[in-house]
């Protein structure tokens, strides 16, 4: 089994286990520590390297955070806006935040998650 497909299990059955314990809440830091930090870090990027990935990332002081923006040669190429595990994704406010950030940066590739979509 490669890095990614044990990556992949360990979440899968994180979250099994998240949802069994309905009176725990998992919030966004949490989901992004234990669901999605392992991803990216399994597709290759180094989370440890400020030149690859960067967390709560600004074009401009003024701008909001997006929660993760990858970079490639120190350029943002993807943004990856995280919520907390079984937030609702549907709801337009976050598609429309993660598109604005990336407009705003012009980086051409966004993700929205909750570590289980």
């Known amino acids: 089994m490669n890095e990614l497909d044990g990556a992949i299990k360990q979440c899968v059955e994180r979250v099994e286990r998240f949802r069994r314990q309905p009176q725990r809440v998992i919030g966004e830091m ?3 520590v234990a669901l999605i ?3 990216i870090g399994a597709l ?6 400020l030149d ?7 074009r401009r002081g003024v701008d909001n955070p997006v929660d993760y923006a990858l970079l490639l040669l ?4 993807l943004f990856i806006e995280a919520k907390g595990l079984g937030e609702n994704l549907d709801d337009p406010r976050w598609a429309n935040q993660t598109i604005g950030y990336a407009t705003m940066a012009g980086v051409e590739w966004v993700a929205l998650t909750d570590g289980a979509e």
């Not at 290759?44 to 390297?49: E, S």
């Not at 690859?52 to 600004?58: H, T």
């Not at 120190?74 to 190429?77: A, E, V, Y």
């Open 30 to 32: 949490d989901t992004r």
């Open 37 to 39: 930090e392992p991803i």
């Open 44 to 49: 290759g990027w180094d989370l440890y390297d």
């Open 52 to 58: 690859q990935v960067r967390r709560e990332y600004r």
């Open 74 to 77: 120190r350029t943002p190429r």
